[in-house]
């Protein structure tokens, strides 16, 4: 890749240990339709994820400090920012599908007012098939009201898609630097990081753009960080939390009642 070539959008692989799935994430990156920058970013430099940048042709970032979800993130977004206006943090357990950036930059061009852009989603399993997406066919449900992009600016529309759980699927995003400055994430949540951010930026100047079309992939596995904060009770404690800044205690209470249904779905990897 030309790194002098200027590029409206930078992939920021977030990288965390040695994840087995990285180089199928970087594998995909490389088949998009568009070229755009890809950089990684990581707090845990190693041999592997130095071997898959050597073999791909992206450069390494290293933060220094101990691991943590949010400090991760923001310096992914960071470095990304440095190098271009419209950045999206790659998960290293997912895909993008070819037409990605395509599909972006046809947004952006139309909506340079564009703060956040998201779309549909495949779920995977850690083998790479397709599992049951029926927790993804209820956020297009909340994400209804952001297809009407010419109001998509509009406070009211925005949170439509966040006020009854979270509709946008936070590898799925891009952010436009112009609206959304660092540091992007400023909570110290270890699994709602991202509705939490959203809900802050629907508030602020911007237009969500959503296209109802799967343009990436989200991977569902064992050792996910999903898993993890479901294992742990973190993610119905945090969770409950958003919601109670939305809602009243009862109607936090109906909706966590629904929406922890939604856990199931990382039962259906066989690797678990």
Known sequence: ?????????????????????????????????????????????????????????????????AHGLQQDWNFAYEMGAERSELVTIAHQDDLYFPDYTKALLHAF???????????????????????????????????LRLKDHAHADRTIVKLSALRYGNGIGCPSCTYHTKYCPAPLFRNDYKFVIDWDTLIRLA?????????????????????????????????????????????SAPVTDMLMHFYKKAYGAYQQDPKQ
Do not use: W
């Open 109 to 143: 061009q139309h909506f340079p007012d564009m703060s956040v852009f998201c779309c549909r989603y495949d779920t995977i399993d850690g083998e790479g098939n397709t599992i049951d997406g029926s927790s993804e066919k209820v956020k297009r449900i909340l994400r």
């Open 203 to 247: 508030r602020e100047p911007g237009r969500f753009i959503c296209i109802e079309k799967p343009l990436m992939a989200y991977r569902v596995h064992a050792g996910a960080e999903t898993m993890r904060n479901i294992e742990n009770h973190n993610r119905e404690k945090e969770e409950r939390e958003v919601f109670r800044k939305l809602h």
């Open 1 to 65: 890749m030309n790194t002098r070539k200027h590029y409206k959008h930078c992939f920021a692989v977030a990288a965390y240990g040695e994840s087995p799935y990285l180089p199928l994430l970087l594998h995909s990156l490389t088949m998009q339709s568009i070229e755009s920058r890809v950089i990684i970013c990581t707090s845990t430099p190693n041999r592997y994820i130095t071997k898959l940048s050597a073999q791909f042709g992206y450069p390494v970032y290293v933060r220094n400090g």
